[in-house]
């Protein structure tokens, strides 16, 4: 298969250009419209898959430089913008936490953790759905990679179950006797978790630097203790949703429990390489949730941990070099977060946001608080990725948003957490999707329609219990 799709690439081009030689509106400087005629093209690029992610990225920072959209008529300045992302330590954060999460997959930990919880929930479809998702839930913290945590030890295991219980994938007639129901529920589970944490998926910590450019700070524990009541009842709804509408035809499993012990006697006693993750695990939730009260911020919580690998022989560097997921996302990574970060910085993302805002300075708060977010969500149909939505779009919702009077970190959390709830409208929006979609439990016309209606759910959950939720904490 081609990495590169000339047409594509060429159709990005031709965007970039057409942006360009469109004059300014009054109030943009040029090479800040310039510059979002770049960071746009760079998008479409990454949204038509018309080179891999971190070509894209690359053309962008090179475009920025060559163009010096950054800073005019200094070529040194220039380039040092441009490379200026990969200084930011959230984006190495991100990188780091890849680092640590080969060590759940490498040590075993993380596929141990799953089977036992299969152990003790798995006699029925709902105590099976409830045990893969509550695995999923305890690595989501520590796992940013929702794609890695999906397809490196959720999926594999979920569908040995499936298969186990009769569900064959080459055997459409077995589909629905249990697999397109753990499909479902795996799927949009690890959704879920992976927007109740700031380290759960990538996108999460670019929101947190884009609310950051516009003065609102957010640190792990709030976003974690913002999402948690919402994300805990989209949690428990979503498997009873399902077994009420897209219900399995098996419904005992009686048989999973012991195939969880069985694979449990196979892997044997906790090995010393798994107790050094336990070990080093806690440590980075004890730095993550309490770090700011003895000065250790998220990233050298993440530097921490993954010294405390290294020197226990948990991981050598020879894992940490070869873990090309980890250092591809720090290159686009660096690449859109510097592209959003310039866009504020020289007056785009605000000119944009108090065109916007005018426009609803009738309406009240709590009115355009519920379209921004509908607008946003809905638009993820056109996106096959979280974090390419959220370097899109974020920063200038966020700026309406704000211009419309709503209270900042709510507004900035509920956004960052939208992308990643509506990673199960279709089977491409999120990274997790082609792996379970690829199982072909579930046909596209199926997964389609029951996640429009998880989204709606979810949004319902979020508005409703997350808003009486932040209510109590102080956040409106």
């Known amino acids: 298969m081609k990495e590169i799709k000339p047409v594509y690439l060429l159709v990005t081009l031709v965007i970039g250009l057409v942006i360009w030689f ?109 045990g893969l998702n509550i695995a999923d839930l305890l690595l989501a913290p520590a796992i940013p990679s929702n794609t890695a945590r999906a397809g490196g030890v959720i999926f594999p295991i979920m569908k040995s179950i499936a298969i186990n219980m009769g569900s064959v994938p080459e055997k459409p007639e077995t589909h629905r006797r249990i697999g397109a129901f753990l499909t479902l529920s795996s799927y949009n589970a690890n959704m879920i978790t992976s927007a109740m944490f700031l380290t759960a998926t990538a996108s999460n910590p670019m929101a947190q630097k884009f609310a950051k450019d ?38 005992q499993t009686s048989d999973a429990p012991q195939m969880a012990a069985e694979k449990l006697k196979e892997m044997g006693p906790v090995t010393r390489q798994e107790k050094l993750m336990v070990i080093t695990f806690v440590t980075l939730l004890v730095l993550w949730i309490f770090g700011s009260k003895v000065q250790v911020d998220a990233t050298t919580g993440a530097l921490i941990g993954l010294c405390i690998l290294l ?60 379209l921004i977010i509908l607008v946003y969500s809905y638009c993820h149909y056109m996106f096959a990725s979280a974090t390419a939505q959220a370097a899109a779009m974020y920063p200038v919702f966020l700026a309406v948003g704000i211009a419309a009077g709503i ?59 997350g808003g009486g939720w932040w209510k109590i904490i102080g956040l409106w």
């Open 22 to 130: 469109i004059p300014a509106p009054e109030g943009v400087k040029p090479n800040a419209w310039h510059l979002l005629a770049i960071f746009i093209s760079t998008v479409a690029g990454i949204i038509m898959k018309a080179a891999p992610m971190g070509t894209m990225a690359m053309i962008g920072i090179t475009l920025c430089a060559a163009t010096q959209v950054l800073e005019p008529g200094d070529p040194a300045k220039s380039i040092a913008h441009a490379l200026s992302g990969f200084g930011n330590s959230t984006i190495w954060l991100i990188g780091l936490a890849f680092f640590i999460a080969r060590g759940f997959i490498k040590t075993g930990l993380g596929t141990r953790l799953a089977y036992n919880f299969i152990r003790v929930f798995g006699k029925g479809p709902l105590g099976l759905a409830y």
């Open 214 to 251: 516009l003065g609102i700070t957010i640190t792990w524990g709030s976003w974690a203790w913002a999402a948690l009541i919402p994300g805990l009842a989209c949690f428990l709804l979503l498997p009873l949703y399902l077994y009420k509408f897209y219900g399995p035809e098996l419904r």
């Open 311 to 370: 020197l226990t022989n948990v991981l050598t560097w020879e894992d940490v070099k070869a873990e090309k997921g980890a250092w591809d996302t720090i290159v686009w990574f660096s690449s859109l977060v510097m592209m959003g970060s310039y866009l504020n910085s020289l007056g785009f993302v605000g000119w944009f946001g108090n065109l916007v805002g005018k426009e609803m300075s009738g309406m009240s708060w709590k009115t355009a608080f519920p």
């Open 407 to 465: 209270p900042g970190a709510m507004l900035a959390i509920f956004l960052g957490a939208c992308p990643t709830l509506m990673g199960g409208i279709t089977h491409y929006g999120h990274g997790p999707a082609p792996i379970f979609f690829g199982s072909t439990y579930v046909d596209m016309r199926d997964w389609w329609k029951h996640g429009f209606f998880l989204s709606v759910l979810f949004l319902t959950v979020w508005f409703l219990i």
